[in-house]
T-cell receptor, first 111, second 113 residues
Framework: QQQVKQSPQSLIVQKGGISIINCAYE??????FPWYQQFPGKGPALLIA???DVSEKKEGRFTISFNKSAKQFSLHIMDSQPGDSATYFC??????????WGAGTKLIIKP | DTAVSQTPKYLVTQMGNDKSIKCEQN?????MYWYKQDSKKFLKIMFS???????INETVPNRFSPKSPDKAHLNLHINSLELGDSAVYFC????????????FGPGTRLTVT
């Protein structure tokens, strides 16, 4: 019940296209859903996060869509650029201390 | 100004040795973490300290021991290193409260030969 399932494992998108990564959770006590971005050789960094009181949050080209009834949330990257090539992690939390992480998606944007 | 720093960045050592990785954060955060990232990029929480007190201790071999001398530092000591310990180890910190964001260090790539 603590798991966060992320898909796909890897994704190749043409430059200018839309990248979509999905996550699903079971524990309805989760109240914070972040996405982290990790470039090779670097630590993960927070990209965007959402709480379950809203269904969508947008920051620039990045949007989180949240479906509380389906217990799913997704990251959409509009107008994907080669610089977006990275590994993306979804996560969920219900307290101050512990994030439950998805397995990661390696995104490659082809020029 | 580096927010979360780790030393060393690379560590190559032989099986059976003991090694330490140091972590420091200058963000004034109360909570610090150690993660292990394997070759498939999976992030596994190992330990978490809040104000020098251990609050998360996942199933990790006893050979791994965290030490928090103060709120800004969380070191990881590993005894009797094994081949399977080869991974990238990340330190992170967070403020807690309503701000759940975790800030990660650059990672330490440990290779055990």
């Amino acid at each position: 019940q603590q798991q966060v399932k992320q898909s796909p494992q890897s994704l190749i998108v043409q430059k200018g296209g839309i990248s979509i990564i999905n996550c699903a959770y079971e524990n309805t006590a989760f109240d914070y859903f972040p996405w982290y971005q990790q470039f090779p050789g670097k630590g993960p960094a927070l990209l965007i996060a959402i709480r379950p009181d809203v269904s969508e949050k947008k920051e620039g080209r990045f949007t989180i869509s949240f479906n509380k009834s389906a217990k799913q949330f997704s990251l959409h990257i509009m107008d994907s650029q080669p610089g977006d090539s990275a590994t993306y992690f979804c996560a969920a939390s219900m307290d101050d201390y512990q994030l439950i992480w998805g397995a990661g998606t390696k995104l490659i944007i082809k020029p | 100004d580096t927010a979360v720093s780790q030393t060393p960045k690379y560590l190559v050592t032989q099986m059976g040795n003991d090694k330490s990785i140091k972590c420091e954060q200058n963000l004034g955060h109360d909570t610090m973490y150690w993660y292990k990232q394997d070759s498939k990029k999976f992030l596994k929480i190992m330990f978490s300290y809040n104000n020098k007190e251990l609050i998360i201790n996942e199933t990790v071999p006893n050979r791994f021991s965290p030490k928090s001398p103060d709120k800004a530092h969380l070191n990881l000591h590993i005894n009797s290193l094994e081949l399977g310990d080869s991974a990238v180890y990340f330190c992170a910190s967070s403020q807690g409260g309503l701000d759940y964001e975790q800030y990660f260090g650059p990672g330490t790539r440990l290779t055990v030969t």
